[in-house]
């Protein structure tokens, strides 16, 4: 099956900072998303980017899916940027054998 | 807050009990998943409903029977698990390119 690889797999940032977490996948795939897991468990969706450049405030996030990786940019981190940060594909569409990464774990402090 | 219900929120069981796990979704998603998510390791895909019909089952243990009786309800039972079965177990839905999770219910089996 396809592998997701995520980078680096823990990360300390003092907040106002900025960083870049990146998932390589070892397929084409037509489904990739970005989600965060809060420190309760709570799994967001924060972007669907299969490829191309999307930005939602202080987060942005770039796939070329030609090189088979992506990146999640975090600018300006606040404490509640805090939590593990997920990498998800998929390669024939929908969800059905979805591939997640074992994660970033992101601590933000003050 | 997703839109995306799961009860209960925490369970603690015996290897000799039986307990059934719901989730629940009034967004209009025709697709309805369950997860596992151990520690150290990805979220595994364990089922996959799509219109009430099951879509996918990633060799999961007959001891987790799932069940949808309809599109916004999803079920897992549980009987007879193992110590090893204890995870976080997140239920999400989807339609189009968006999965959205629940909060998950955290089992612990004694």
């Known amino acids: 099956g396809i592998q997701v690889e995520q980078s680096p797999p823990d990360l300390i940032l003092q907040e106002g900072a900025n960083s870049t977490l990146r998932c390589n996948f070892s397929?084409?795939?037509?489904?990739l998303q970005w989600f965060h897991q809060n420190p309760w468990g709570q799994l967001i969706n924060l972007f669907y980017i299969p490829s191309g450049t999307k930005q939602n405030g202080r987060l942005s996030a770039t796939t070329v899916a030609t090189e088979r990786y992506s990146l999640l940019y975090i600018s300006s981190s606040q404490t509640t940027d805090s939590g593990v940060y997920f990498c998800?594909?998929?390669?024939?569409?929908?969800?059905?054998?979805?591939?997640f990464g074992i994660g970033t774990k992101l601590q933000v402090i003050p | 807050e997703t839109g995306v219900t799961q009860t209960p929120r925490h369970l603690v069981m015996g290897m000799t009990n039986k307990k059934s796990l719901k989730c629940e979704q009034h967004l209009g998603h025709n697709a309805m998943y369950w997860y596992k998510q151990s520690a150290k390791k990805p979220l595994e895909l364990m089922f996959v409903y799509n219109f009430k019909e099951q879509t996918e089952n990633n060799s999961v243990p007959s001891r987790f029977s799932p069940e949808c009786p309809n599109s916004s309800h999803l079920f897992l039972h549980l009987h007879t698990l193992q110590p090893e079965d204890s995870a976080l177990y997140l239920c999400a839905s989807s339609i189009a390119d968006t999965q959205y999770f629940g909060p998950g219910t955290r089992l612990t089996v004694l």
């Open positions: 998800a594909v998929e390669r024939s569409g929908g969800y059905q054998k979805v591939t």
């Open positions: 397929d084409s795939v037509n489904n």
